[in-house]
């Protein structure tokens, strides 16, 4: 497994930007798949953004933060980052990094169409982001 600590959440305006961090031990090379998911209060844990560190680099985005949210990885700082830009008030949410070392995680998530929680084994203790 993989230890993650996540950091970087806050209160923000509306039209905003924050950029959460996740770092990761031993190291981020050590997993396939490096992923931020999120969870507000009374609602299910969605998984918003995903790195592939693979062959090739591929990233998978949700939806609902296409276009706003920006993933990417740092190996020389054992670092994974969400860049999040224009923050909506629906984005206030618990943020929590996931890892997992199974190489076909990428590919469960495009088949699936989605991010899903028990893909990744690893989990960090999250951190909170608020958009008012």
């Known amino acids: 497994h993989v230890q993650l600590v996540e950091s970087g959440g806050g209160s923000v305006q509306a039209g905003g930007s924050l950029k959460l961090s996740c770092a990761a031990s031993?190291?981020?090379?050590?997993?396939?798949?490096m992923g931020w998911f999120r969870q507000a209060p009374g609602k299910e844990r969605e998984g918003v953004a995903t790195?592939?560190?693979?062959?090739?680099?591929?990233?998978y985005l949700s939806d609902s933060v296409l276009g706003r949210f920006t993933i990417s990885q740092d190996n020389a700082k054992n670092t994974m980052y969400l860049q999040m830009n224009s923050l909506k008030p629906a984005d206030t949410a618990m943020y929590y990094c996931?890892?997992?070392?199974?190489?076909?995680?990428?590919?469960?998530?495009?088949?699936?169409?989605?991010?899903?929680?028990?893909?990744?084994?690893?989990w960090g203790q999250g951190t909170q982001v608020t958009v008012s």
């Open positions: 790195f592939y560190h693979g062959d090739r680099n591929m990233t």
């Open positions: 031993p190291d981020t090379s050590s997993a396939y798949c």
């Open positions: 996931a890892a997992d070392q199974d190489p076909a995680c990428y590919f469960k998530i495009q088949a699936l169409g989605f991010m899903k929680a028990s893909l990744f084994r690893s």
